[in-house]
T-cell receptor, first 113, second 112 residues
Framework: NAGVTQTPKFQVLKTGQSMTLQCAQDMNHNSMYWYRQDPGMGLRLIYYSASEGTTDKGEVPNGYNVSRLNKREFSLRLESAAPSQTSVYFC????????????FGDGTRLSIL | QKEVEQNSGPLSVPEGAIASLNCTYSDRGSQSFFWYRQYSGKSPELIMSIYSNGDKEDGRFTAQLNKASQYVSLLIRDSQPSDSATYLCAGKGEDSNYQLIWGAGTKLIIKP
């Protein structure tokens, strides 16, 4: 009964380092999403995957890349981390599209020094 | 720029009273709205969705949608301390099936 699992939960990086955030869901959902959440702001969509084999840019895609590895897994990569990418990152999934409820992972708290 | 706006709060409500949370939106084409609850340090969880004008009730929660006035509200009856959280309003526009427009959230505090 895991739902959406994100790893790692916390990470500190130095400017210029790269890393990949992992996300996996076991609900047989088609759509998956990556958001960032900053203080005083709503969730902002970075990238989404409508279904296996497709990915599309969201509101704030610059500095990020994604891979929909299979139906279960959707990863987010920071190629060259910048302090402006310090944030809480949430992965979410839904059966199909945002008209269906989105289920969120526990989040990754990322600090870029 | 399509927006969803919420008063950031905090909104302080006595235990047992009705908490009223409001949200306005700019996109007249928005079709569906969602209320998510987010406890401090946790992830958002869906508590209500509403797709048509009027009221929708689920237990202690009632969502209200008024498309003509472009606002959505969430009422919580018999408020409990466990309802203390940030409530996020999100809307789905007619031009995307995969992007929600999120408000920044209203922090609700229920005082015992």
């Amino acid at each position: 009964n895991a739902g959406v699992t994100q790893t790692p939960k916390f990470q500190v990086l130095k400017t210029g380092q790269s890393m990949t955030l992992q996300c996996a869901q076991d609900m047989n959902h088609n759509s998956m999403y990556w958001y960032r959440q900053d203080p005083g702001m709503g969730l902002r969509l970075i990238y989404y995957s409508a279904s296996e084999g497709t990915t599309d840019k969201g509101e704030v895609p610059n500095g990020y890349n994604v891979s929909r590895l299979n139906k279960r897994e959707f990863s987010l990569r920071l190629e060259s981390a910048a302090p402006s990418q310090t944030s809480v990152y949430f992965c979410a999934s839904s059966l199909q599209g945002v008209a269906q409820p989105q289920h969120f992972g526990d989040g990754t708290r990322l600090s870029i020094l | 720029q399509k927006e969803v706006e919420q008063n950031s709060g905090p909104l302080s409500v006595p235990e047992g009273a009705i908490a009223s949370l409001n949200c306005t939106y700019s996109d007249r084409g928005s079709q569906s709205f969602f209320w998510y609850r987010q406890y401090s340090g946790k992830s958002p969880e869906l508590i209500m969705s509403i797709y048509s004008n009027g009221d929708k009730e689920d237990g202690r929660f009632t969502a209200q949608l008024n498309k003509a006035s472009q606002y959505v509200s969430l009422l919580i009856r018999d408020s409990q301390p466990s309802d203390s959280a940030t409530y996020l309003c999100a809307g789905k526009g007619e031009d995307s099936n995969y992007q929600l427009i999120w408000g920044a959230g209203t922090k609700l505090i229920i005082k015992p």
